[in-house]
C-alpha cells in the first residue's frame, strides 16, 4: 500500500478507532501495533496511517472546541452588544428629556419675566387649572391591600415603576466608577442622583435560564449577606399565571451603633408578552393595606420603593438581566457620623445589587464546571460555610433579644459592649451534648465600633490578615486561659501565653472574581500556658476574607474568623468572630486626618444636635471608615464574671492594636503630615543600632550618617529618622531570612509595623532578579563584609512594586564580632 495516498475507512474501522480514541487520545506505537493485532478490521491498514488518524482525529477535536468557544464567545458578544445598544438607547432618551426640560424651564422663565400685571397671572394659573380639568388623572383602581383587586392594582403599578427604572428614564442613573461594560466585566453598573432614597441598578449576561435565576434571587437571605429572614405571610395567584407575595423581611445592621432595619413589602412575579420574566417588589404602607401595629423592638422601618429583576432570554442560550435596588433607610434615625452608610448609593450597589448579579454569576460558573474548589468539598458546601460566617458574625453584632442575647452589665467604661446567650443549642446545634460539656453556660460577645481617618477598608483588612501577630499577640492571664483551653471553641486566635506561633494560610475557595476568599488558616505550635509548651498543638481556623480590592468603590472589608478542629466536618458549629470595615463617603472640602479616633465620642442623633459646628468641621475628613470589631467566646456558668473580664480586655487590646496599625500604615499611603512612628527605646534596640553603624564603618571605611554625639540615644534616633530605608535580616542557617528590625523608612517601605516585621522573609519582598543577584553576592558579603546591589524593583508586604536606585548588604557584627545579622539599606527608594 502507498502510505503517501489517502486512506479512506470503512464505518466498522472508524468505530474501532473511535473506541481506542475515547479511552486513549493519544497511544503510544506499541498500544498502536497492539491495536492493529487485535482488531481484524485494521490489519490491511500500516500503522503509520493508524498515527496519522489519531493526528488528524486530535486536531479536528481541538477545532471542534474552538469552534464551540468561538460560537460562545460570538453568542456573548452579540448579546452584550444588544445590552449596549440598548442602554445607548435608554442615555440617549434621558438626554432628550433633559433637553426637553431645559427648554421647558427657558420657557417658563421667559414667560414669567414677560408678565407684568397681577391679571396676567391669575389668567396663567386659570389656564392651567382648565387644562388639568380638561385632561383629568386617569383613575386607578383602588389601591387597598384588603381585597385582591387591590393588591394587583399595587402589583400593575410596581410593575410599570420598576420598568421605567429598569429601562427608562424615571431615575437619572450615572454610571459607577471602575464599572465599566464589557465581555468579561461583570456588567454595566450605575448608581443614582437627585432621587428620594437611594438606588442601584446593574445590567449583565448570565449563562443560565431565566427561571432558574428566578428561583435564586427570590432565596436572597442566599445572596444578601445583611438578610436576617424572609416569611412569606401569603401568595396569591393572579390571572395571568403570575404571584402576588406578601412578606416580611428583616435586614442586620452593620454596625454596634445602629439599629437594623425591616421591611413590609408586596412582591410580584409576571412574565411579560416578549417572554421576558419580571420580579418586582414595593414597600406596603398602612394606606395600603400594610401593618398598623408598632415596629418591633430593635428594627427600624425601612421603605423599598419599586425595585426588581427583569430577565430576558437570549438566544443561544443565558440570559440578560437588569436589576434596580431602590430604598430609603430613615437615615435620620442614626448617629450623624454614621448616615453616610445609610444615604450612599455605592455601598448600596456592593452590598445588594452587584452582590445579587455576583452571586448569579458564580453559580453559572459553578454549573458549567469552571470555578475549581480546594479541600474535596462540593461548591454548595463552601458556599453554605461563608453564608454560616458571615450571619454568625452579624448575630454577634446587632445581639438581637429574640435570639438570647442579654446585655451584661459594664465596669464603668462604655468603649466594650459585651453581650451573653446561654442557648447552646443554637450556637452548637444537634452536636451539642449536655453529657459533653456539662459546664456548658453559653456564649459571650464582646464587641466595639470605632471610626477610623485615612486608612483604606481595603488595606486595614489585608493587612490584618497577613500579620495576625500584630494584633493577636496579647498577654491573656494564665488563669483566664485555663479557664478556656477546655473548650476547643472558646479561643478565638488568642495566643494567651505570648508563645511564639506562626501562620500557614491555605486556600479553600474563591468567588469568581475573587472579592471574597474562603481559606483554612493553621496556626502553628499553639500553646495555652507555660506548662502546655511541650504539647503545644497546631490551631485551625475557618477564615473568609472580603473586599480586598482597593479599587472596588463603596466595598465593605471584612475578615471572619472560627475556630474549628482537624477534622472540619460539614456541620462543624461555628463561632465567628472578626473585624469589619465599611467607607464612608469621602469628604474632599475636610481637612487631613491626623488621628484615629472612638466612634462613641462623635456620636449625634437627628437634625438637632448640640455640637459646635466648629468641632463638627474638624471632624470631616478625606477618607473616613467604621471599623466593627466582634469576638465570641464560651463560658462555663461559674466562670462567667472571669470570662467577661478577659474578654473586655481582650477586645481593648484588639481595638489599640488596630489603632496603632492604622497609625502605622496611614503615612506611606495617603497623608505625609501624619505624625512619626514612635522610637522604640528598649536596651536592644540601642545596642542594635550601635552594632549597625560601626559595623558599616568596619566594611566600607564610611559613616553611614554623622553624629556630634556617640551616645546610643543619638545614633538610634539619627538612624531611625535616616531618609533611606534600613532594615535587618536574621541569618540563622537552612532557614529564610526573616526581618528582625526596620527604622521608620523601611517600615513605611515594607508597609507594616515593628511587631509584625516578624511575619516578613527577605526574599518575599525581592523580585526574581534582586533574589538571584543577593544569592550570588552572598558569599562576598561573608568574605568582605558588604556589597553593593543594582537598583531593581521589590515588592512590600501589601503587595505594591517599590524602585530603588542602589541597595547595600553588610554584615552586622556583635560586640565580640560575632556575625549577628545582616543590614540592608534601600536608597532613594519609592512606590512605583
Known amino acids: 500500500m502507498d502510505t503517501s495516498k489517502y486512506v479512506r475507512y470503512t464505518p466498522e474501522q472508524v468505530e474501532a478507532l473511535e473506541r481506542v480514541y475515547s479511552e486513549c487520545p493519544k497511544p ?378 442579654s446585655l451584661m452589665g459594664s465596669d464603668g467604661v462604655e468603649d466594650v459592649t459585651i453581650v451573653i446567650n446561654s442557648s447552646p443549642t443554637k450556637f452548637l446545634g444537634s452536636q451539642y451534648n449536655g453529657s459533653m460539656f456539662p459546664a456548658f453556660g453559653g456564649v459571650l460577645c464582646a464587641k466595639a465600633s470605632m471610626l477610623l481617618q485615612n486608612v483604606p477598608p481595603a488595606l486595614l483588612v489585608r493587612f490584618l490578615r497577613e500579620h495576625r501577630s500584630e494584633w493577636a499577640d496579647y498577654g491573656v492571664d494564665a488563669y483566664s486561659a485555663a479557664c478556656l483551653k477546655a473548650s476547643p471553641y472558646a479561643v478565638p486566635c488568642a495566643r494567651p501565653g505570648g508563645f511564639p506561633s506562626s501562620q500557614v494560610i491555605l486556600p479553600l475557595a474563591h468567588t469568581v472574581e475573587h472579592e471574597e476568599l474562603l481559606e483554612v488558616v493553621r496556626l502553628e505550635g499553639h500553646a495555652f500556658s507555660p506548662e502546655d509548651v511541650a504539647l503545644a498543638r497546631d490551631m485551625y481556623l475557618l477564615q473568609l476574607c472580603s473586599g480586598v480590592d482597593e479599587n472596588a468603590i463603596g466595598a465593605c472589608a471584612q475578615l471572619v474568623f472560627a475556630p474549628i478542629d482537624e477534622s472540619f466536618a460539614d456541620e462543624a458549629p461555628l463561632l465567628p468572630s472578626g473585624f469589619r470595615v465599611i467607607p464612608l463617603d469621602p469628604k474632599p472640602d475636610g481637612p487631613a486626618a491626623t488621628r484615629t479616633l472612638d466612634l462613641a465620642s462623635t456620636l449625634e442623633v437627628g437634625p438637632g444636635s448640640a455640637r459646635p459646628a466648629s468641632e463638627a468641621d474638624a471632624n470631616s475628613y478625606n477618607l473616613r471608615s467604621v471599623l466593627t470589631i466582634a469576638f465570641q467566646f464560651t463560658y462555663e456558668n461559674h466562670l462567667r464574671d472571669s470570662v467577661a473580664a478577659m474578654a473586655r480586655q481582650y477586645v481593648r487590646s484588639v481595638v489599640g492594636s488596630v489603632q496603632r496599625v492604622a497609625m502605622a500604615i496611614a503615612p506611606s499611603r495617603l497623608s505625609s503630615q501624619m505624625g512619626p512612628k514612635p522610637l522604640p527605646h528598649s536596651p536592644e534596640a540601642l545596642t542594635l543600632a550601635r552594632w549597625i553603624c560601626r559595623s558599616y564603618r568596619i566594611h566600607t571605611g564610611g559613616e553611614l550618617f554623622h553624629t556630634d554625639s556617640q551616645s546610643g540615644d543619638a545614633v538610634l534616633k539619627q538612624l531611625w529618622n535616616h531618609s533611606d530605608a534600613i532594615m535587618c535580616c536574621s541569618v540563622k542557617t537552612n532557614a529564610s531570612p526573616v526581618f528582625t528590625f526596620a527604622n521608620q523608612a523601611g517600615l513605611d517601605m515594607l508597609e507594616t509595623t515593628l511587631v509584625a516585621l516578624q511575619d516578613i522573609m527577605l526574599d518575599k519582598i525581592l523580585d526574581e532578579a534582586g533574589r538571584k543577584i543577593l544569592c550570588s553576592e552572598f558569599s562576598k558579603i561573608m568574605q568582605q563584609g558588604f556589597t553593593y546591589l543594582p537598583a531593581g524593583i521589590c515588592v512590600s508586604s501589601m503587595g505594591r512594586p517599590i524602585s530603588y536606585e542602589q541597595a547595600i548588604a553588610w554584615k552586622v557584627l556583635n560586640d565580640d564580632d560575632s556575625n549577628h545579622c545582616l543590614a540592608f539599606m534601600f536608597v532613594n527608594w519609592s512606590f512605583v
Open 28 to 405: 503510544s506505537s506499541l498500544r498502536r501495533q497492539q491495536l492493529i493485532r487485535e482488531c481484524p478490521i485494521l490489519c490491511n491498514i500500516e500503522p503509520k496511517q493508524i498515527k496519522v488518524w489519531f493526528q488528524n482525529r486530535r486536531c479536528r477535536e481541538k477545532q471542534r472546541k474552538e469552534s464551540c468557544r468561538l460560537q460562545t464567545v460570538n453568542r456573548k458578544l452579540s448579546a452584550m452588544n444588544k445590552l449596549l445598544m440598548e442602554e445607548n438607547d435608554r442615555l440617549q432618551k434621558q438626554v432628550s428629556h433633559l433637553v426637553y426640560e431645559n427648554g421647558y424651564m427657558k420657557q417658563q422663565l421667559h414667560t414669567a419675566s414677560g408678565t407684568t400685571t397681577d391679571n396676567s397671572c391669575e389668567s396663567v394659573v386659570m389656564s392651567g387649572q382648565n387644562q388639568q380639568q380638561q385632561n383629568p388623572t386617569p383613575q386607578h383602581p383602588q389601591r387597598d391591600a384588603n381585597n385582591p383587586a387591590g393588591l394587583l392594582a399595587i402589583a400593575e403599578e410596581t410593575l410599570a415603576e420598576f420598568l421605567s427604572k429598569a429601562t427608562g428614564t424615571a431615575v437619572d442613573w450615572v454610571q459607577m466608577i471602575g464599572m465599566k461594560p464589557g465581555p468579561d466585566s461583570i456588567g454595566i453598573v450605575a448608581v443614582s442622583r437627585n432621587c428620594s432614597g437611594i438606588a442601584a441598578r446593574a445590567c449583565g449576561l448570565v449563562s443560565l435560564e431565566p427561571t432558574k435565576i428566578a428561583e435564586i434571587l427570590k432565596d436572597r437571605p442566599s445572596w444578601f449577606r445583611d438578610c436576617r429572614s424572609i416569611d412569606v405571610l401569603s401568595v396569591i395567584p393572579t390571572a395571568n399565571a403570575g404571584t402576588i407575595e406578601l412578606m416580611y423581611m428583616q435586614t442586620f445592621a452593620p454596625t454596634t451603633l445602629a439599629a437594623a432595619r425591616d421591611f413590609w413589602t408586596l412582591r410580584y412575579t409576571t412574565s411579560l408578552e416578549d417572554g421576558s420574566l419580571v420580579i418586582c417588589e414595593r414597600s406596603l404602607t398602612t394606606s395600603t393595606g400594610g401593618p398598623t401595629g408598632p415596629t418591633p423592638s430593635s428594627f427600624v422601618r425601612a421603605e423599598m420603593l419599586p425595585s426588581g429583576y427583569l430577565i430576558r432570554p437570549c438566544e443561544g442560550g443565558g440570559s440578560i438581566i437588569h436589576i434596580v435596588d431602590h430604598i430609603d433607610l430613615d437615615a435620620w434615625s442614626v448617629p450623624e457620623v454614621l448616615r453616610p452608610l445609610y444615604e450612599s448609593s455605592k455601598i448600596l450597589a456592593q452590598k445588594m445589587t452587584i452582590a445579587a448579579l455576583r452571586h448569579i454569576r458564580q453559580i453559572a460558573q459553578e454549573t458549567s464546571g469552571e470555578v475549581q474548589y480546594g479541600g474535596g468539598r462540593q461548591p454548595a458546601v463552601l458556599r453554605t460555610f461563608s453564608q454560616r460566617l458571615c450571619r454568625g458574625f452579624n448575630d454577634a453584632v446587632n445581639g438581637f433579644l429574640d435570639d438570647g442575647w
